[in-house]
């Protein structure tokens, strides 16, 4: 599923590199390098934003690394494993702020 | 041993280049092309070289030349490097030769297609090119590899119904196809097809053990196995191979399994992990068909995923038990091939996002599900005899879709309902351009 241009570019300033690749019918947006809240270990992870329904959840951020002990699950997409945590947030936001609305899982 | 390369190609592309390549010409005795193929590696050092598209050579590309049965000009070729450029995807020339059986490169050939293959490598070094070379009923390819000196013959398989392997110079071990003559019936070359086959098998619980057992007494003989459990005591109502000192030792089902195998065969290639697949992902990609004997929705829509990407064919089998009310438990199973350019899990209506959506809503709480030894027996059995028909084609044609449906209270399986209301569009979840290594864009700002 597409999404909006003037999203995908914001996402582009406020994370630098950031990539996009589709599998599954889903497009996919990786973030090298996050940046996640203090206190965090590692206080940087390679991310996998998922701005799609998945698994019954609006939208999901993936990330490279477990961070902090809590209830993970694990994905593979796009040939890489990831961790999840049970996230939700409100739908409705444009792509940059849901990368920002998962984050608070991690404060 | 593990080829050097293996290259898959669909059979929906096999079949339209085919076609294409037999079409005459008003000058050339033959017809020449380009395949545009994917990478990726399956383990060790072995290069997967995945067909996604073909391109023909333009009628006006070929030269007046009654020396060779094909020359084509330098824009033909210069389209080609330009492909490679813009796709950053390997090329692989293709054509046919007439007669049956593996077919093999003329002299000029073996002259003239390595140094177009030089210009391939020039523009794009870094993905595999060569040379793909059909017969009437069979196909060969020779990979150049990045960086390496010479070509190597790789394995092929054209996947889809039915499935097509072949190999220049590798055979059947020695014995391995001995002992089969009650299955001769299914045709000439299927032991040796079934003997030289590489199967995954994912999960080897009470559907799964089942799966392995077969296989091995079918003729199979080269197996990556994956399961991260081990026996308890409540596996043993239906796991194949499992005892009560396997419960008590806490056996892994992938040692059992083993076992399973080598007390029937010896001649076995033979790699398990115990853990998850998704841990050893190479030795998946290495396999010609891989088996899903899986829980979870979830598990399946991974296992899928990895097998469309890298051109697996996948067959998956699971039951459940219902309850309603007051009424009798209702028993209900599938087994579904999903092969790679065909419709997919989700396309087949079997995987939805409100399921896997309901599923995890329930993990952890939905506790452990009923499972019988008989209905994983009818199951199991079911896929093998799809993954028979796939390999030996030996009931002929068959151009459906498989989604059969298992009802445990009638006793029956049939074609699932769905299939009368399938769109005849392609998979829109898994198009070939999305086959090899993933490859993401860049985002502008």
């Not at chain 2, 084609?393 to 006793?411: C, F, K, Q």
Request: with cysteine; aromatic share 6%.
């Amino acid at each position: 599923m597409s999404q909006p241009d003037d999203q995908v570019r914001e996402l582009a300033r406020l994370f630098p590199g950031v990539q996009q690749a589709d599998e599954g019918g889903v497009t996919y947006f990786l973030i090298p390098a996050l940046s996640l809240p203090a206190g965090c270990t590692p206080d940087r992870v390679d991310a996998l934003l998922c701005p799609s329904a998945r698994d019954g959840y609006p939208t999901r951020l993936f990330l490279a690394e477990q961070v902090r002990s809590r209830s993970w699950g694990t994905a593979r997409i796009l040939e890489r494993n990831w961790y999840m945590v049970s996230w939700r947030i409100r739908e409705g936001l444009r792509l940059a702020q849901m990368v920002l609305a998962h984050l608070d899982a991690f404060k | 041993m593990s080829p050097e390369a293996i290259v898959r190609i669909p059979r929906p592309l096999y079949d339209r280049l085919a076609a294409d390549l037999r079409r005459p010409h008003r000058i050339a005795f033959e017809r020449v092309g380009f395949v545009s193929c994917a990478t990726a590696t399956a383990g060790g050092a072995t290069q997967l070289v995945l067909a996604c598209d073909y391109d023909a050579v333009d009628d006006a590309h070929y030269l007046d030349d009654r020396g060779s049965g094909a020359r084509i000009n330098a824009d033909a070729i210069r389209g080609a490097m330009q492909r490679v450029m813009d796709t950053k995807r390997g090329a692989f020339h293709v054509h046919l030769h007439g007669g049956r059986g593996l077919p093999s490169l003329s002299r000029m050939d073996q002259e003239e297609i390595p140094r177009l293959v030089n210009s391939l490598r020039a523009v794009g070094p870094g993905v595999p090119h060569g040379i793909l070379l059909l017969s009437g009923d069979s196909c060969a390819a020779w990979v150049w590899r990045p960086g390496a000196v010479g070509a190597v013959a790789a394995r092929v398989a054209i996947v889809g119904h039915p499935m097509h392997l072949s190999h220049p110079g590798v055979s059947a071990a020695p014995g391995a196809l001995d002992g089969f003559s009650r299955q001769s019936f299914l045709g000439q070359g299927a032991q040796s097809t079934i003997a030289q086959v590489r199967i995954g098998v994912v999960g080897l619980g009470g559907g799964g053990s089942h799966i392995v057992q077969q296989l091995v007494h079918l003729g199979v003989r080269r197996f990556a196995l994956f399961d991260g459990d081990v026996v308890n005591e409540s596996n043993l109502n239906r796991m194949v191979g499992a005892t009560a000192a396997d419960a008590r030792a806490q056996s892994p089902k992938t040692d059992v399994a083993t076992r399973v195998i080598t007390a029937i065969s010896s001649q076995v290639e033979l790699v398990t992990h115990m853990g998850r697949w998704q841990d050893r992902p190479e030795l998946l990609r290495g396999c010609d068909l891989v088996f899903g004997a899986m829980d979870t929705f979830a598990g399946r829509r991974e296992l899928e995923v990895a097998c469309r990407r890298f051109l697996i064919p996948y067959i998956d089998i699971g039951m459940d038990v219902h309850k309603v009310g007051n009424e009798s438990p209702r028993m209900a199973g599938q087994v579904i091939l999903s092969m790679p350019g065909g419709p997919c899990m989700f396309c087949l209506g079997f995987l939805t996002e409100e399921g896997l959506g309901q599923e995890a809503a329930e993990y952890g709480t939905a506790g452990p599900r009923p499972q019988v030894v008989w209905s994983n027996g009818v199951l199991a059995s079911t896929a093998v005899s799809v993954c028979v028909e796939l390999l030996t084609d030996w009931t002929g044609p068959r151009d459906r879709p498989v989604y059969l449906s298992y009802d445990g209270n009638a006793g029956t399986v049939t074609p699932h309902i769905r299939l009368k209301y399938l769109p005849a569009t392609d998979c829109p979840h898994y198009p070939l351009a999305d086959v090899g290594d993933p490859i993401a864009r860049a985002v502008i700002s």
